[in-house]
DNA sequence: TGTTCCTTTCAGGAAGCACTGAAATCATAG
DNA sequence: CTATGATTTCAGTGCTTCCTGAAAGGAACA
């Protein structure tokens, strides 16, 4: 053991605020509130179940903010609300699972942003579908039809690509079950 | 035809104005500023080349700000500077292509974002290998080497689809010019 | 070189978004 | 039913990000 404890301690400390920190960054590209990612990193990077006065502590924000983004993130799968027996309060731990978490992210991303796209193209042909003899309308019903392609074709692969994916987690999980 | 010229232009300028609008709120999934995402919307659907003040008019904003927006769309690639001869002013004028515009972005995001995960996850790992028989340190590091086996995985996915794509736009390319 | 036309820059201001904290609500135990 | 502990809500506030407009900069013409 060449660390003493202390410094265990705060190494691993140091550990987490980074990564924090890095979830925090990371929030954007997720599509999600910077605060809700910090919280969903503590959970995740902890691996604990961690109370609501924990979460406040570690990340000095408030109760009303913390309780506002645990509920969002209960609401898209993210994080577990569990119980600890004596207790009152309500803790809450992280998936561990990164795919998991993953595809719960792809998937409200999909419905809140990829969807409405979708429609809205659909109806600008149907505008457009009515001026036929008219040239600039012909033209710009084929930039919105080469859009409207793409993301279909974008969207079915995706959706290939996660089913895949359940396939084969499933066939792991048999695998490892039958090996015990 | 069955519909007066002004009824015409009337609908083309609906479907403008609803596009641009939809542009707008995609932004946020692309990771780029909505106005910038407006300025991009009008190029790409009226297929022209436009002036600043084109662009000014039709989504009332100001001049310093298309400017901004502009030149930033050129770093990024999606929009290119034209000139028309008799003229001092620069017009600009956006891809067409879909496939290369979603390329350049995803590109730029890459960059831009993923990156800087990939390499601070590597340094926490770093950071905790120090600590190999602390439990905790284990737990943890076990949890950012599962995020990072993740992200690089996607990482090559991507890489492999784009590869794949240009290799099919080449030869697409290729057969269309023979058979003229 | 001076003039004109066009573009870029940037300080100051506006708008939108997220956070706080206290009051209201809810749940459990006695 | 009341008291206590825990959570949720939301009006007010602070912060960040984006936008404006005027002034400076640059390029083409005469």
Chains 1, 2 share one sequence.
């Not at 691993?12 to 990564?19: G, H, N, P, S, T």
Request: aromatic share 6%; glycine share 6%; proline share 1%.
């Amino acid at each position: 053991m060449k660390l003493r404890k202390t410094d265990r301690t705060q190494r691993l400390q140091e550990v987490e605020d980074r990564f924090v920190d890095l979830w925090d960054t990371m929030s954007s590209l997720w599509g999600i509130s910077p605060t809700m990612a910090r919280i969903h990193g503590v959970l995740y990077i902890t691996g604990q179940a961690l109370s609501m006065d924990d979460i406040m502590a570690r990340l000095a924000i408030s109760r009303g903010n913390v309780s506002m983004n645990l509920s969002k993130l209960v609401e898209w799968g993210l994080v577990r609300r569990v119980h600890k027996r004596g207790s009152r309060r309500d803790y809450y731990e992280s998936l561990s699972d990164v795919w998991e978490m993953f595809t719960l992210v792809a998937q409200q991303r999909k419905r809140r942003e990829i969807d409405p796209i979708l429609n809205t193209l659909r109806h600008c042909q149907e505008m457009l579908g009515e001026l036929q003899d008219d040239t600039t309308a012909q033209e710009r019903g084929k930039r919105i039809s080469e859009l409207l392609k793409f993301l279909t074709m974008m969207e079915s692969l995706a959706r290939r690509f996660f089913e895949t994916h359940q396939g084969l987690k499933m066939a792991v999980g048999l695998l490892a079950r039958e090996s015990e």
